[in-house]
């Protein structure tokens, strides 16, 4: 499900007046809660270097309050290259978009999936329910949504960032801890130190990417991989994975009417989630790889709480999308 946040400013202007822009934004547009909430507050720091009356500043941590302009408050364009694809793009800190030379946008993974399984939709539930029970606020209903999809999303990102910590830095993490001591790249954190422990057992001798970003130009697609498995690198044989933290991996999610992957993938978050890693798959395939098959790492809360390995492999074949895409 992707959420839907929305953040609003009193930004003063001049002696009891003000502006309060409202912004609304969807966590699928977003490869993460931090780039999202990134993005918001430097668009309303640009609004208010606009508007702010004299003696109000609007600060957001790294970004500069030098003359206050739009200019001085947005950032430039960076250049990406992919080590695999060997494609180099430009990427668009404030929009978070993947774009070329000519400002041309690229279509992201994390957009792909959602053009055949349609967003939920918050504000015909919210406004049933307030039908159902007319003592609650549906302001209310949507902040405590908000709240928990929040704390799920920190959730998420803080596992995903341990993981590729350990992935990256182990080796140096081991020859920093003395005798005895934990690996020095495995968080102080015990509970997401023995989730990463957990995820680890039988994979230490993997040779594996992390967060690796791929882009294909004839096509203009792009993303980031959490996992990309080495199975042999002479003759570029990989497998793409992910790692979900969701509530539910097989919570029903149903795909569009007219959706060409019916029957292909199943009407679940796990469906939702191999079409993404499908999207990868078609831009490592046009840059020459085999994709051997997806796999889907799912943290299980409730085998987590009872001290099992909470780690559930799902896997998949690659699902061809190269008639959407426009393949000819």
């Known amino acids: ?24 934004l969807d966590l699928g547009d977003y490869d993460s809660w931090d780039d999202m909430r990134d993005t918001a507050l430097t668009r309303l720091k640009s609004i208010s270097d606009m508007v702010a009356g004299d003696g109000y500043t609007f600060d957001v941590r790294g970004v500069s309050n030098k003359g206050r302009t739009v200019e001085t408050s947005l950032k430039t364009p960076i250049e990406k290259t992919s080590e695999l694809t060997g494609v180099t793009i430009l990427y668009d800190q404030d929009s978070h978009k993947y774009l070329d030379k000519n400002g041309n946008e690229y279509l992201s993974g994390s957009k792909f999936p959602h053009k055949f399984y349609p967003d939920f939709d918050s504000k015909m539930i919210i406004e049933k329910l307030v039908a159902k029970y007319p003592d609650i606020s549906g302001i209310d209903i949507s902040r405590m949504w908000k709240i928990n999809g929040t704390a799920s999303t920190s959730l998420g990102t803080s596992i995903h960032a341990a993981l590729e910590n350990y992935d ?35 994979r230490d001798t993997e040779d594996v990417g992390s967060e690796c970003f791929v882009a294909n130009e004839e096509y203009k697609l792009a993303g980031v991989i959490d996992r990309v498995k080495f199975i042999d690198r002479d003759k570029k044989i990989v497998r793409i994975q992910d790692y979900k933290t969701d509530g539910d991996i097989k919570e029903k999610r149903y795909q569009i009417k007219d959706s060409p992957f019916k029957g292909k993938i199943d009407n679940t978050l796990l469906g939702l989630h191999f079409l993404q890693l499908s999207f990868y798959a078609f831009i490592l395939q046009k840059a020459g790889y085999t994709v051997e098959g997806l796999d889907v790492f799912w943290l299980n809360g409730d085998k987590l709480l009872s001290g099992e390995n909470p780690w559930e492999t799902f896997t998949h074949d690659v699902v061809d999308i190269s008639k959407v895409i426009g393949v000819k």
Request: net charge neutral; charged share 25%; no cysteine.
């Open 168 to 202: 990256k830095y182990s080796s140096i993490g081991a020859v920093l801890a003395a005798d005895g001591e934990r690996n020095k790249a495995l968080s102080k954190n015990p509970l997401i130190r023995a989730i990463v422990e957990k995820f680890h057992e039988d």
């Open 1 to 24: 499900m992707a959420e839907t946040f929305q953040i609003e400013a009193t930004i003063p202007t001049v002696q009891y007046g003000n502006v309060k822009p409202l912004m609304s």
